[in-house]
């Protein structure tokens, strides 16, 4: 099993370009997340898809776009690049295993805005 | 808003020595887990606790939730250079099991 993967691992974007950050499990997880981590301000959550064919806002979610494209795939879309959005992106997923909702995180991708 | 305080935010320790990190909230949580992220890495889950009072161990790692279920605290006996790396607390609340609210961390280095 691969578990979560991520792609690309890295990007710079120049301001007001678009993107669209790719994440898949292979783990059958119901629930996948994408958070964003800045210095100092630990992993905030961006949306997060509780099953498939839902998405929510987390705490951070202005700015972005997700798409729950089946069971295995979540991805993240930033319409228009801002330098506030310079930032390493996590993507994770989880399941309800005997009332225990551990993630598992992808390697990230670390985006730089200019 | 900040939904679940840590501290300390870095901690400097000399190989050996002990090292806790501490989680408050000010709402009651339905359980509460715990990741490590070294350097460069991605977060990895470490523990879950669920139940009041709760204490777990994991070799010197020592995770206890407090009796309110408010608070809870990770303990390292004797670090080791292994050990580095930033500490995660992240809360569950009853409403959207799944979803976590993350602590910023308390980022650990060990000094041989």
């Avoid at chain 1, 890295?10 to 629930?31: E, I, P, Y």
């Avoid at chain 1, 879309?77 to 005997?98: G, H, I, K, M, W």
Wanted: charged fraction near 15%; hydrophobic fraction near 30%; include cysteine.
């Amino acid at each position: 099993n691969a578990g979560v993967t991520q792609t690309p691992k890295f990007q710079v974007l120049k301001t007001g370009q678009s993107m669209t950050l790719q994440c898949a499990q292979d783990m059958n997880h119901n629930s996948m997340y994408w958070y964003r981590q800045d210095p100092g301000m630990g992993l905030r959550l961006i949306y997060y898809s509780a099953s498939e064919g839902t998405t929510d806002k987390g705490e951070v979610p202005n700015g972005y776009n997700v798409s729950r494209l089946n069971k295995r795939e979540f991805s993240l879309r930033l319409e228009s690049a801002a330098p506030s959005q310079t930032s390493v992106y996590f993507c994770a997923s989880s399941n309800n295993r005997d009332s225990i909702y551990e993630q598992y995180f992808g390697p990230g991708t670390r985006l730089t805005v200019t | 808003g900040q939904q679940v305080m840590q501290i300390p935010q870095y901690q400097h320790v000399q190989e050996g020595e002990d090292f806790t990190t501490y989680c408050n909230s000010s709402t009651t949580l339905s359980n509460i887990q715990w990741y490590k992220q070294r350097p460069g890495g991605h977060p990895v889950f470490l523990i879950q606790l669920v139940k009041s009072g709760e204490v777990k161990k994991q070799k010197r790692l020592t995770f206890q939730f407090g009796e309110a279920k408010k608070n809870s605290s990770l303990h390292i006996t004797a670090t080791q250079t292994t050990d580095v790396g930033t500490y995660f607390c992240a809360a569950g609340r009853g409403s959207t099991l799944g979803r976590l609210y993350f602590g910023r961390g308390t980022q650990l280095t060990v000094w041989p």
